[in-house]
């Protein structure tokens, strides 16, 4: 599969925020302050009980008001010559260089601007669901309207199972637009033939190079139907509606995509489908 590139790799990451921001390491300094401040009341205290015994006897407060005198002589001396104006005018201080501002983190994708990333896929991608079907070229193909579904990857699926036993984050966010958005997109493209029906899934994987691919073929004879329902899908904020598509087989087989309602995609390949199943099945 090709990859169009209208996004980096860095815009992709910053649109999931991922890698998530590492947890607050925890700082020490806190323990620090206690542990020395400990140290220090210590003998601070020894101090006021030794002055408190030399007060008890009268040579001992003597000299603590002698030393106390002294020290309020020194400290008035200090103060006075802090007060009194320099001669000598102090040097101005050195211009400091201004230091460039840093520039500002590139703006997040739009909803948008990701939605249409992951729909440049699209042709690319049925091109090589050929290939790999081992179809010759567009000859055998007998549709020129490209039949394919696109689906999301849910984090709770097996689907996304594979992705994560090889250390791929699978992601589910909401956009400002009020869909959800996920990582990782699935398109299944449907190739009619003349004897049976050849099917391509690719995944399209927006946190890494990593990418699930699955091909199948089904005689038009084994295919029971093709269906879709709709059904309620919780993400733990709000529900959203969403359809479910399956392509079902008399061997107990499927292939099933989950979209959003209404996806006129969906509903145009499911009755181009049972268009060619009802007309294969008569002798067309």
């Known amino acids: 599969m090709g990859i169009p ?3 980096s790799s860095q ?4 649109s999931f925020n991922w890698p998530p921001a590492p947890p607050p390491k925890t700082s020490l ?4 302050l ?3 401040s400990i140290f220090l009341i210590c003998p601070f205290l020894a101090l006021i009980n030794e002055i408190g015994r030399l007060i008890s006897n009268p040579f001992g407060a003597f000299i603590v ?3 106390v005198a ?11 010559k802090r007060q009194q104006p320099s001669r000598m005018p102090s040097p101005s201080p050195p211009l400091e260089k201004q230091m460039p ?7 997040i994708p739009t909803d948008e601007e990701y939605e249409a990333w992951v729909k440049s896929w699209r042709n690319s991608a049925r091109r090589y669901g050929i290939q790999k079907l081992g179809l010759d070229g567009w000859k055998e193909v007998e549709v020129d309207t490209p039949l394919y579904i696109r689906s999301i990857v849910w984090p709770d699926s097996d689907d996304a199972s594979y992705y994560r036993s090889h250390g791929c984050p699978v992601l589910i ?6 869909r959800l958005h996920a990582s990782v997109n699935r398109f299944t493209f449907f190739y009619p033939t003349e004897h049976y029906l050849a099917v391509f899934a690719g995944d399209v994987n927006a946190l890494g190079s990593m990418r699930f691919e699955r091909t199948r073929t089904y005689f038009y004879e084994d295919i029971v139907g093709v269906e879709t329902s709709a059904f309620n899908l919780n993400d733990g904020l709000t529900s959203n509606v969403m359809q479910r598509f399956d392509l079902r087989v008399s061997s107990g087989q499927s292939i099933s995509a989950t979209t959003y309602v209404p996806d006129l995609n969906v509903e145009e390949t499911v009755q181009a489908l049972r268009t060619r199943l009802k007309g294969k099945k008569q002798g067309g």
Do not use: E, N
């Open 70 to 80: 002294a020290g309020a002589w020194f400290f008035a001396r200090r103060t006075q």
């Open 173 to 178: 966010k909401r956009g400002l637009d009020g």
């Open 101 to 107: 501002l840093p520039p500002p983190p590139p703006p």
């Open 65 to 67: 008001l002698l030393l």
């Open 5 to 7: 590139r209208k996004l």
């Open 11 to 14: 815009d992709l990451m910053r």
């Open 34 to 36: 206690i542990v020395g």
């Open 29 to 32: 300094l806190p323990l620090v």
